[in-house]
């Protein structure tokens, strides 16, 4: 039976980028109102956002392999579709470790994006390349993402703010400028606070302010803002194994090793779990182990 005059429903309210599992699930939920629909380009966009989700849990085979059954959909006159199949294929092999592969993607999402004035893709596409490119090369991408988020009359393509904020943040914080990363994190907050961003996010933007703090070796500050949201986390029943980790090194740099123990212990107890962590920061993950003092 054809849904061609049935109203498609909007897969993309249904992500929880903090559950990918649940969220690929709810898309191929509607797999087959997507099949039955004279829709191929809903059909398409929403193989893609399986393809992130699968991505997301690292299950990379089966991401380009959803992606491939997405391009078999693909017409020329479907440019959303296409540039979303672009950003998927290259989020893939950035999170697989391969970045080159990667980056002509992106390009190409970023080029077909503004032909098409598909603002938000076109954001979305700068930031990836930001992301991509080597350092020195970052800044200027995550800008042109910024310039067209804050000129866009979209609703929408303006909630990239708080995200781009925070992506400029980490890049001068990774070029040890800690001053410029501060004021870029609190823009971020600003950002965050000022659309209708959930409590994580807004818990993850203070949580970036009080790491640059303690960069800048403003360390009670840090502490305070830190503790603060372990009280947060508390009050929910939620664990962050990024708050305990702070504040084990806050209290570590406070000259406080004893009170720091319990922390790292937490921390090492949920960031030794992460895969990804595990595979790219092993000495971090290590170093929590050892600041523990947790037996073998």
Same mark, same amino acid.
């Given at each position: ?111 077909? /994006? ?59 914080? /990774? ?18 606070? /000022? ?14 302010? /009080? ?86």
């Amino acid at each position: 039976m054809s849904t061609s005059n049935l109203k498609l429903p909007d897969f993309d309210a249904l992500w929880d980028y903090d559950d990918p599992g649940a969220s690929e699930q709810q898309f191929r939920a509607l797999l087959s109102i997507a099949q039955q629909s004279d829709d191929r380009s809903y059909h398409a966009q929403l193989l893609t956002q399986i393809a992130r989700a699968e991505g997301l849990q690292r299950r990379f085979a089966d991401a380009h392999a959803t992606l491939d059954a997405a391009l078999g959909l693909l017409t020329p006159r479907m440019g959303q579709a296409r540039i979303r199949y672009l950003l998927e294929r290259g989020r893939v092999f950035n999170s697989s470790g391969q970045i080159e592969q990667a980056r002509p993607f992106f390009l190409e999402a970023w080029e077909a /994006a503004q032909a098409l004035q598909e603002d938000f893709y076109a954001v979305d596409a700068a930031h990836m390349l930001a992301i991509v490119e080597p350092l020195d090369q970052q800044l200027d991408w995550h800008l042109r993402a910024l310039a067209l988020a804050g000129q866009s009359r979209q609703p929408r393509v303006r909630k990239w703010l708080g995200s781009l904020y925070n992506n400029i943040g980490w890049t001068y914080h /990774a070029a040890g400028e800690y001053q410029q990363a501060l004021d870029s994190f609190e823009k971020a907050l600003a950002a965050r606070e /000022a659309t209708d961003s959930s409590a994580h996010q807004i818990r993850i933007a203070h949580w970036c302010v /009080a790491r640059a703090l303690r960069s800048l070796q403003q360390f009670e500050t840090a502490l305070a803002i830190q503790q603060r949201l372990c009280e947060e986390l508390d009050r929910s029943g939620a664990t962050d194994g990024y708050v305990y980790e702070e504040l084990a090194e806050c209290l570590l740099a406070l000259n406080r090793p004893e009170e720091s123990k319990q922390y790292f212990t937490q921390a090492y107890a949920t960031l030794s779990k992460d895969p990804w962590l595990a595979e790219n920061e092993p000495a971090r993950i290590q170093r929590l182990h050892s600041l523990g003092h947790i037996a073998e």
